[in-house]
T-cell receptor, first 114, second 109 residues
Framework: NAGVTQTPKFRVLKTGQSMTLLCAQD?????MYWYRQDPGMGLRLIHY???????AKGEVPDGYNVSRLKKQNFLLGLESAAPSQTSVYFC?????????????FGPGTRLTVL | GENVEQHPSTLSVQEGDSAVIKCTYS??????FPWYKQELGKGPQLIID?????GEKKDQRIAVTLNKTAKHFSLHITETQPEDSAVYFC????????FGTGTSLTVIP
């Protein structure tokens, strides 16, 4: 049981490049989330999904897109990376009870945009 | 939306002493308040949580208290150990999780 895994662990992009971050969970969770973590700002929700084929905007969605084609995977895309998107990105998933239950986090992806 | 404030941002204690971290929230609809511990290079992990119908919850050396009227909740760690050193985040949840800005706790041996 791997829990929540994220790919890649590290990435350096140049401004304007695109990339996709992959999140996978093997706990059969309905809900999945993408957060970014910046110094002094805690964790901020980018997008989330309440089930396969559904996505919704969180607190800071601009510049990101997501897709949930399969229940176990949640993809975060950056179409045209900007230095302001330099951050550590965390994926999380939770039980069908939704946000009132424990969120399980992945190990994070450290992204640097030059 | 919800606004969660967390204090202090850094905290140093001697091993064996107690540590207290406080959070306030703004949305009275929030009804679930988890605390997460994040070790260096890892994702946050839930250590304790409390729901709005409970005033206090304890799990060994860790306890959380909630004051709904004042909209604040606190994490208490007793008999601190070096392995308690980490960043701790509070969160308030209604429809979404809103996290505090984190407290870096250092336990000095």
């Amino acid at each position: 049981n791997a829990g929540v895994t994220q790919t890649p662990k590290f990435r350096v992009l140049k401004t304007g490049q695109s990339m996709t971050l992959l999140c996978a969970q093997d706990m059969n969770h309905e809900y999945m989330y993408w957060y970014r973590q910046d110094p002094g700002m805690g964790l901020r929700l980018i997008h989330y999904s309440v089930g396969e084929g559904t996505t919704a905007k969180g607190e800071v969605p601009d510049g990101y897109n997501v897709s949930r084609l399969k229940k176990q995977n949640f993809l975060l895309g950056l179409e045209s990376a900007a230095p302001s998107q330099t951050s550590v990105y965390f994926c999380a998933s939770s039980y069908p009870g939704g946000p009132r239950n424990e969120q399980f986090f992945g190990p994070g992806t450290r992204l640097t945009v030059l | 939306g919800e606004n969660v404030e967390q204090h202090p941002s850094t905290l140093s204690v001697q091993e064996g002493d107690s540590a207290v971290i406080k959070c306030t929230y703004s949305d009275s609809a929030s009804n679930y308040f988890p605390w997460y511990k994040q070790e260096l290079g890892k994702g946050p992990q839930l250590i304790i949580d409390i729901r709005s119908n409970v005033g206090e919850k304890k799990d060994q050396r860790i306890a959380v208290t909630l004051n709904k009227t004042a909209k604040h909740f606190s994490l208490h760690i007793t008999e601190t150990q070096p392995e308690d050193s980490a960043v701790y985040f509070c969160a308030a949840s209604g429809n979404q999780f809103y996290f505090g800005t984190g407290t870096s706790l250092t336990v000095i041996p």
